[in-house]
């Protein structure tokens, strides 16, 4: 079955389904989307919590040899799977095939979340989603459009029981530019500040001022614009301040594959400008975007997202090595300068 985000809650009232896709590209929606699931599958007594990335060179053994061992702190797991490309390959279209075969059989004890980003409609048609689609839940959490996003800032608003003054959801739609996670932080901060509940012009502009300079988005923009001291210098008080490098990744490879689908219809002749009027680029992210495709081709840009799908894994302690110094190779790679090697490929 097929449905929206939104549906989610009354369709989990009905079901669990063992096998579950979960698709998008806004990294905060899937996030909260996905805390929703885990939170649904602890109530079902699912209590261990498995994670793997996917990314070309991933052993899908690991999985089938997961599902023949038994868990030490309950009965039923959940594994979670990472595969950001919607690729699986012959092996993990092998692998989804004999799941859903099981869980028709009834043979399956754990349950399964896939989590992809943005699954093109030629990937949607693939049999590995239809399987999965006949035999559990496919969701997919859709990007906010610009004409919706005052709406989804009023709801989020309301969600906090957090009164706005008039202006305040229209100049916090200018200030965030679309970006969700970063609205979102900043509606949270004024939950905090607000004594009575009521957010003020005020309150919103002076949070606005505080809000530190070095946050992810921030240092995405300078690494698309190429500013190498900026970058590097946001970089470490990002490390500093939040440590959060799985969260930084997942914020550069989303943009980096906007840019790189973007790059395709550049190198085949379309002027940057209508290019970006195609994408929908807001027009005060216009100056970051075309600053990247000036100066990054398509395989400096399909270089980095493979650089990232390393880091990932090293992120999430799936290969050794200094992720924050991987990071600062990675960040002097989108500004145009030629660093080391990726990463080696190793356990």
Not at 49 to 56: F, G, I, K
Not at 98 to 125: C, H, M, P, W
Not at 298 to 326: P, Y
């Amino acid at each position: 079955m097929r449905i929206v985000a939104e549906q989610l809650a009354q369709q989990l009232s009905k079901q669990t389904p063992k096998v579950l896709l979960l698709n998008g590209n806004e990294i905060l929606l899937v996030e909260e989307t996905l805390d929703q699931i885990r939170a649904h599958y602890r109530q079902q007594n699912f209590i261990e919590r498995l994670s793997y990335s996917v990314d070309a060179s991933f052993d899908w053994n690991q999985l089938a040899e997961s599902g023949q061992n038994m868990s030490l702190f309950s009965e039923s797991r959940l594994l979670e799977i990472r595969m950001p490309s919607g690729k699986p390959g012959t092996k993990g279209a092998k692998f989804f095939k004999e799941l859903t075969e099981n869980i028709a059989f009834g043979d399956e004890a754990d349950a399964y979340i896939v989590i992809t980003e943005g699954l093109s409609k030629q990937q949607r048609s693939a049999k590995w989603v239809g399987m999965i689609e006949s035999a559990g839940l496919l969701v997919d959490t859709y990007e906010v459009k610009a004409e919706q996003l005052p709406g989804w800032l009023k709801h989020r608003f309301q969600h906090r029981a957090l009164r706005v003054e008039a202006g305040v959801i229209e100049i916090l739609a200018a200030a965030t530019e679309g970006n969700l996670l970063a609205a979102a932080q900043i509606i949270d901060q004024l939950s905090v500040l607000s004594e009575d509940g009521g957010v003020p012009l005020s309150l919103l502009k002076q949070t606005l001022e505080d809000q530190s300079r070095f946050t992810v988005y921030s240092f995405v923009d300078s690494c698309l614009l190429g500013i190498v001291s900026e970058s590097i210098h946001r970089l470490e008080r990002i490390r500093m301040e939040a440590d959060n490098a799985i969260l930084l990744l997942w914020s550069l490879a989303k943009e980096t594959r906007e840019l790189l689908r973007m790059s395709q219809d550049v190198a085949a002749g379309s002027p940057i400008p209508s290019v970006m009027k195609q994408y929908r680029v807001w027009s005060t992210r216009q100056r970051f975007v075309s600053a990247a495709l000036n100066r990054l081709n398509n395989q400096a840009l399909r270089d980095i997202l493979s650089r990232i799908a390393l880091l990932d894994a090293m992120a999430k302690g799936q290969r050794q090595g200094d992720i924050w110094h991987e990071l600062e190779k990675l960040c002097l790679s989108y500004c145009g300068i030629a660093t080391l090697p990726a990463v080696a490929n190793n356990s």
